[in-house]
T-cell receptor
Framework: GAVVSQHPSRVICKSGTSVKIECRSLDFQATTMFWYRQFPKKSLMLMAT?????????EQGVEKDKFLINHASLTLSTLTVTSAHPEDSSFYIC?????????????FGPGTRLTVL | RKEVEQDPGPFNVPEGATVAFNCTYS??????FFWYRQDCRKEPKLLMSVYSSGNEDGRFTAQLNRASQYISLLIRDSKLSDSATYLC????????????FGTGTRLTVIP
């Protein structure tokens, strides 16, 4: 199956710093990638849809100036959490949309666990 | 009202048991339905897509009832390795790419 990687897998940072998370589709091109956030014992919540070559589409309540998304190529999207605070601590997961056999499927990266002290 | 609703469980079943999970969705325009499996502190992984005619993959059977906006997953002959959280996932409908996730149903298979 399709493979999506994320880097880093875990990051601990001080409050006020910025953290960049990379999402790569390793064996397919993805014009669309998605960024999710999952708090403990909660469901995944879509933060934004990342479109290659254009601006990301953010879900209601997600600050675009705080969560910067760049989808510079067909295999890479980045999420930068700017001026991170403890309430931003969460599990961030990206997914990449692949079209296989006429069916759209999203493949998830392994996630990045962010802890802001 | 949530887009996707699931019973969070937990379901604790003995090895070899049959267990069923249910899920309801609110958007009648939704076209694609999936069951994902998520292990603790890991990313979700696609278990199976759900088709209108119902589909089976080994010990797993998925059913869709569009009239009732209801999806089910049946696991037969449960294995210890089936212990995980099972997520009901529905697309946004109207051609949207967005997926909406249920909170998941936690399954523990006991030896």
């Amino acid at each position: 199956g399709a493979v999506v990687s994320q880097h880093p897998s875990r990051v601990i940072c001080k409050s006020g710093t910025s953290v960049k998370i990379e999402c790569r589709s390793l064996d397919f091109q993805a014009t669309t990638m998605f960024w999710y956030r999952q708090f403990p014992k909660k469901s995944l919540m879509l933060m934004a849809t990342s479109n290659e070559g254009s601006k990301a589409t953010y879900e209601q309540g997600v600050e675009k100036d705080k969560f910067l998304i760049n989808h510079a190529s067909l295999t890479l999207s980045t999420l930068t959490v700017t001026s991170a605070h403890p309430e931003d601590s969460s599990f961030y997961i990206c997914s990449a949309r692949a079209e296989t056999g006429g069916t759209d499927t999203q493949y998830f990266g392994p996630g990045t666990r962010l802890t802001v002290l | 009202r949530k887009e996707v609703e699931q019973d969070p469980g937990p379901f604790n079943v003995p090895e070899g048991a049959t267990v069923a999970f249910n899920c309801t969705y609110s958007n009648s325009a939704s076209q694609s339905f999936f069951w994902y499996r998520q292990d603790c502190r890991k990313e979700p992984k696609l278990l199976m897509s759900v088709y209108s005619s119902g589909n089976e993959d080994g010990r797993f059977t998925a059913q869709l009832n569009r009239a009732s906006q209801y999806i089910s997953l049946l696991i037969r002959d449960s294995k210890l390795s089936d212990s995980a959280t099972y997520l009901c996932v529905v697309n946004g409908g109207g051609g949207a790419n967005n997926l909406f996730f249920g909170t998941g149903t936690r399954l523990t298979v006991i030896p």
